[in-house]
C-alpha cells in the first residue's frame, strides 16, 4: 500500500511540476525501451518506471525506518530491501550512464542526495 501510494504522489508532482525526465526530442529513443537494471528487483525497466523506482525505494526506506508497531527484525528486514538498491557497487545515478543527461537537475540533486544518505562513505 505504502509503495502504491509513493507511486501516486510521484504522478501528481509530475502531473503539476513536470516530468522528472526531459522532454528533449532524443528521449523518444529511450521511453517505453526497457533497458535499465533495477538494483533492486534486477527487473529490465524503461527510463521513466526507474526514475520512480529510484524515489519509491527512497520512501520506503525512511517509512520503515519510521515504523515502530512491528516487530523490530521485521522492520529491519524491510528497510534493508529497500536501502539495498542504494548500496550496490554503482549507484541508481551511475547505472544510468549517459541516460543521465535526461533527467532534470531538480531530480539528480535529490537523487544523489539519497544516494549519500544511504552509501557508506568511503575514507
Given at each position: 500500500l505504502v509503495h502504491e501510494t509513493i507511486h501516486t504522489y510521484l504522478h501528481l508532482i509530475e502531473e503539476e511540476h513536470?516530468?522528472?525526465i526531459t522532454n528533449d526530442g532524443l528521449l523518444q529513443e529511450w521511453i517505453g525501451e526497457d533497458n535499465i537494471?533495477?538494483?533492486w528487483?534486477?527487473?529490465v525497466i524503461d527510463l521513466s518506471s526507474y526514475s520512480h523506482a529510484i524515489l519509491v525505494w527512497?520512501?520506503?526506506?525512511k517509512f520503515w525506518?519510521?515504523?515502530?508497531?512491528?516487530d523490530p527484525d521485521q522492520t529491519l528486514r524491510m528497510r534493508n530491501q529497500a536501502v539495498?538498491?542504494?548500496?550496490?557497487e554503482l549507484?541508481?545515478?551511475e547505472i544510468l550512464g549517459e541516460k543521465q543527461q535526461y533527467l532534470t537537475n531538480n531530480y539528480k540533486?535529490?537523487?544523489q542526495s539519497f544516494c549519500n544518505e544511504f552509501r557508506p562513505i568511503s575514507l
Open positions: 513536470g516530468r522528472f537494471p533495477s538494483p528487483s534486477k527487473q527512497a520512501g520506503l526506506s525506518k519510521l515504523v515502530k508497531h512491528l539495498k538498491g542504494f548500496l550496490k549507484s541508481p545515478l540533486s535529490l537523487i
